[in-house]
């Protein structure tokens, strides 16, 4: 366990998921390793002020006692996952973990349909990105730093969804069960 718990450390402090299903070998394989040693790795990081938390085939950290603005800047990154969650799911409403997809069919459906073309425009209209181009580089870039996607083929650059992206999904479900649960006045 110790040998990892560096690396661990390392990744999952920049925010980053470890998944069970990554292409890469070495992240399956801290994946496994804090799987088979879920309570020590618990306890260790429970006493730095880290919550090692689990979902559906990933890992990651979040803080524990958080304050008022780790709060903000966590519904900021909720409100830009969302956003690309609704732009992914337009582009195929079976985007989800283990889809794999090329990056230039992505960029070639923004130019094909409207819709898609619209909501690309606003991801990242607030950093300059306008080209079709630009913006599939910078939402794979953001997908990748976060272990959401890592790409399978260099040549033909192919994807692949990885399970740490069911992290937004069920936050984006948790949401419309809240929604759901509401009473009218």
């Not at 661990?8 to 990554?22: K, M, P, T």
Request: net charge negative; hydrophobic share 35%; with cysteine.
């Amino acid at each position: 366990m110790r040998n990892n718990t560096q690396r661990i450390y390392e990744r999952l402090s920049r925010g980053e998921f470890l998944s069970v299903d990554s292409a890469d070998t070495s992240v399956r394989h801290l994946y496994e390793d804090i799987e088979e040693n879920l309570e020590d790795y618990t306890e260790y990081f429970k006493e730095i002020g880290l919550q090692l938390e689990s979902g559906n085939g990933y890992f990651y950290f979040s803080r524990i006692g958080e304050g008022k603005q780790t709060i903000e800047q966590k519904l900021d990154s909720f409100s830009k996952w969302l956003d690309y969650l609704d732009f992914l799911k337009c582009y195929n409403q079976s985007f989800a973990a283990g889809y794999q997809f090329r990056k230039s069919h992505l960029t070639e459906q923004i130019s094909l349909d409207i819709e898609l073309k619209e909501k690309a425009n606003r991801l990242f209209k607030k950093y300059g990105v306008g080209s079709n181009v630009e913006i599939v580089n910078k939402l794979l870039q953001e997908m990748q730093n976060m272990g959401f996607a890592e790409c399978i083929s260099e040549l033909d650059e192919t994807f692949k969804v990885t399970s740490a992206f069911r992290y937004v999904e069920e936050l984006v479900e948790i949401i419309q069960i809240a929604n759901e649960d509401e009473i009218p006045e």
